[in-house]
């Protein structure tokens, strides 16, 4: 039987996502090339390694790495990224931008780009960095937004940009992220580190030691799936031994959360829910409890920390707003009644208990608060530094408690300027303005210009800048507010944005250049971001598609236009480097482990360093509190802090304390009008905005082309919406349409959007409905308070129906309006 070439092509593409087990990891690339048409080439994400078949110039297939035992389905979604028709495939130049040559800004966002070559958009690139420094300085010019770039050692997105962008000046930069800003800020004042970021208790010390472990607004099963570097999926091992725990009765695993999550349906374990933003007053009553059943561990207290008299003297109602901080009073805030507060309190001392916290809830208003009271309850619990008991940050990040094999891994391409170098034009008259601002800040610098705010200790004056730079980074998905970025960015002279796919920042910029995806370009990447399981070779898959280039190509030739592109490229090409940068990781891990010649280990794919040691968090500090003393300015705990407590921040003091907020559900601000709770967590199938572009996945889960609206069937119902009806979500801020999933996971008065949808207005007017479902058009921009200045993206509250009238199109996806 003979067949055409198109009808086996479209039988291989239809196959292309059957199987996520890969050939065997100890193949070499030629040996399976072998055995199929066309070749097959290792490569690197975020949601895993994999290999990828490639035939005719093109990714046919890809498969999980052998070594990955829990693959993630998101691994389906990668052929979208590469092939999907938001690619940015050519260098675009808004219309009215190049047009009125004043810099025009009304219509920005009206989608509308003109196609000019490579060297047009990096002369106009060029001239307005050119005409920033000249007529204003670096004050003027924000090259500081960072997000989640792609995976890879060398071809790290925001290096390449602010090298290229620092070579030629100065520029406001920014301190913080998105992801943990309140936490970040405040656990150094309280337990001497960020400790989101750090290594936490391996996961075998909480399955051999806790007999209680208490998932606090966290959610690992979801989150695990993806990590900052290539994920390994280490710890699913783990959680699915502490499923047959669960399931024997030897370990008690507690979800406290609004919602039944991803991870209570896997586990099967007990569920006690909270009301939205109220984590605080429930802990409140609960070392109120501690305290006057004498439950609390006095010698822990006395030995480890300081400032315990002050914070207990406030829950007793002897200070501040003298109010005693009883179960009672909590049950009215939290909807846990006082009898349930209790229990949780003596459970938390039957015996060894691990607390897993997760970023959510440190992503609201007063976001500060529940982590540091978080501290202060496992302090009052005196577990912290044993085996299976304590308090973590990060367990659902990364791989985060997966024991750590001490692997040295590879640096990357430099961010700075070298030194003994200045950029062209080397001037820091900053004119009075910060060079440095929080991150989640940068809206009020465009809005409120030369306004002074209170920062960790610290004042900032907001830059008057008038031109950004984005790279490899999606403001328009990770800030809140949308109509108020609107606003925002009329105040913009240039935006410039370099990136692969036609996201909303692109279509609210001026100068848009096409990046190729990570898939396109050749680089190495650690396996592991915590467990240093191994290095990958990140082999390019296929030529970069259509006119797109690397960063390191991009930046090259916009630093040619100034002559520093030979400081820039230090004189090597791509793999030059990627060489360089494996050799002196192979000369770091001397005598650790033993790493092959390049070539080989190109060729491999793959390098397997095995599996680290347990280890438990805090147990040094524990041992002996002087030697090993924690980051604090006094050295241990700090319940209270006498350094926050100078600074006289009216909504950040000196120890933990409830704070209202301005807007909260169940009978709290605002809820009269708009009575539901919108939560906008971390998404299950993509990476905040990544991946969402993958058509084919995306369809997925879409309902109606639209984001899913997770809605109590009762509430739905109330409303007289169905599952897969079109829902308009709406408040003050904004309005949106998604689509309705009905689930008894979710209680009456919450609703969830997850983050990372992208942002789809019918058009660029203030108050446009977003045709796909972006929860940040609803969200507040509001500070979390004057210590972090982080976001708030978790107080919101809304009000829903079911829409009527004629459906407009989903306008998130595809290119531009390309006008001749």
């Keep these: 039987m003979s067949i055409s070439r198109r009808s086996f092509l479209k039988g291989v593409a239809a196959t292309s996502a059957a199987s996520v087990i890969g050939p065997s990891l100890l193949a070499s690339s030629k040996a399976i090339a072998a055995e199929t048409t066309g070749t097959w080439k290792v490569s690197g994400s975020h949601w895993g390694a994999f290999r990828a078949h490639i035939y005719a110039g093109k990714v046919q297939e ?141 996961w075998s010390e909480i399955l051999n030691h806790s007999k209680n472990v208490v998932l606090w607004a966290t959610d690992p099963v979801k989150n695990l799936q993806v990590g900052w570097n290539c994920e390994t999926h280490e710890s699913y091992p783990y959680l699915e031994q502490l499923k047959n725990k669960v399931a024997k009765g030897e370990i008690k695993v507690l979800s406290v959360d609004p919602v039944k999550n991803k991870t209570q349906r896997y586990l099967g374990n007990e569920h006690l829910y909270i009301n939205p933003q109220t984590d605080v007053a429930f802990m409140l009553g609960v070392a109120h409890t501690l305290y006057n059943e004498d439950l609390y561990d006095k010698d822990f207290i006395k030995m480890y920390c300081l400032g315990f008299e002050e914070f207990i003297d406030y829950v007793q109602g002897k200070t501040k707003d003298r109010i005693e901080k009883t179960p009672e009073w909590a049950a009215e805030i939290c909807g846990v009644n006082a009898d349930q507060i209790r229990e949780f309190a003596r459970m938390l001392v039957s015996d060894r208990t691990q607390i897993l916290f997760g970023w959510c809830i440190q992503r609201q208003e007063h976001g500060e608060q529940p982590y540091w009271m978080g501290a202060v309850i496992a302090a009052m619990v005196g577990q912290i530094g044993l085996p299976g008991g304590g308090i973590s940050y990060g367990h659902h990040y990364s791989g985060i408690g997966v024991p750590s094999t001490g692997f040295a891994a590879p640096g990357g391409f430099p961010r700075n300027v070298d030194e003994g170098h200045k950029p062209k034009w080397d ?107 191994g290095l990958l070779a990140m082999h390019k898959l296929v030529d970069p598609l259509y006119q797109s280039k690397t960063d390191f190509e991009i930046f090259t030739e916009l630093t040619r236009r100034f002559g520093r592109h030979k400081e820039y490229t230090r004189g090597m090409d791509e793999m030059e480097w990627v060489r360089s940068l494996y050799a002196d990781c192979r000369e770091a891990n001397k005598g650790k482990f033993e790493m092959p010649e390049f070539d080989e280990f190109w060729e491999q794919g793959v390098l397997d360093f095995g599996t680290g040691k347990p280890w438990v968090r805090h147990a040094d500090f524990r041992q002996d509190p002087e030697i090993n003393a924690l980051g604090t300015p006094s050295g241990f705990i700090e319940i209270t802090s006498r350094k926050i407590a100078r600074y006289g921040y009216d ?70 919406i169905k599952d897969g009806d079109l829902v308009r979500v709406f408040n003050d801020r904004g309005q949106l349409l998604a689509g309705a999933v009905l689930t008894d996971s979710y209680p009456r008065g919450v609703i969830r959007i997850e983050e990372g949808a992208w942002y789809g207005p019918l058009n660029e007017k203030i108050g446009a409905i977003d045709t796909y479902g972006d929860p940040n058009t609803l969200t507040q921009d509001i500070p979390s308070s004057e210590l972090a200045q982080a976001t708030s993206a978790n107080t919101c509250l809304v009000n829903f129906e079911k829409f009527t009238g004629e459906v407009p199109p989903v306008t998130a996806f595809g290119g531009p309006i390309e006008i001749s």
């Design 651 to 720: 909504h950040c003091q000196g120890h933990p304390m409830w704070f209202e907020k301005s807007e909260r559900s169940h009978g709290g601000p605002g809820s009269s009008k708009h009575p539901f709770w919108m939560q906008s967590c971390h998404p299950d199938k993509r990476l905040h905005s990544q991946m969402c572009e993958s058509d084919a996945f995306r369809a997925t889960y879409t309902v109606q082309d639209r984001e899913p609206v997770y809605l109590n069937p009762e509430d739905a119902a109330a409303k007289g």
């Design 427 to 533: 001037n820091n008259d900053f004119n009075g303005y910060s060079r440095t601002i929080p991150v989640a800040r940068w809206v009020d610098c465009l809005l409120e210009p030369g306004k002074e705010i209170r920062y960790n200790g610290s004042k900032v004056i907001l830059p008057d800048y008038k031109m950004m730079v984005i790279s490899g980074n999606n403001p328009w998905h990770h800030h809140q507010d949308r109509n108020r970025m609107k606003q925002a960015f009329q105040k913009l002279q240039t935006v410039v944005t370099i990136d692969f796919a036609w996201t909303a920042t692109c279509r609210f910029s001026d100068i848009v250049l096409p990046a190729c995806t990570q898939f396109e370009r050749n680089d190495i990447d650690v396996y592991g971001s915590y467990s240093g399981r």
């Design 62 to 202: 890809i498969k999980a790495l052998e070594i990955d035992q829990y693959p993630t389905e998101m691994l389906n979604g990668i052929k979208g990224v590469i092939y999907n028709p938001s690619r940015v495939r050519y260098p675009m130049v808004r219309l009215d931008w190049l047009k009125k040559h004043k810099y025009s800004a009304e219509t920005r966002g009206n989608n509308r780009f003109v196609r000019v070559t490579w060297d047009e958009a990096l002369d106009l690139f060029y001239r307005e960095l050119e005409r920033i420094q000249k007529d204003y300085g670096p004050w003027a010019l924000h090259a500081g937004q960072t997000g989640w770039r792609q995976t890879g050692q060398f071809h790290s997105c925001t290096s390449h940009m602010q090298r290229a962008v620092g070579m030629h000046g100065n520029y406001i930069t920014k301190v913080g992220d998105y992801s943990t800003g309140a936490g970040q800020t405040i656990m150094p004042y309280v337990l001497g580190s960020t400790e989101v970021y750090a290594q936490g208790t391996s």
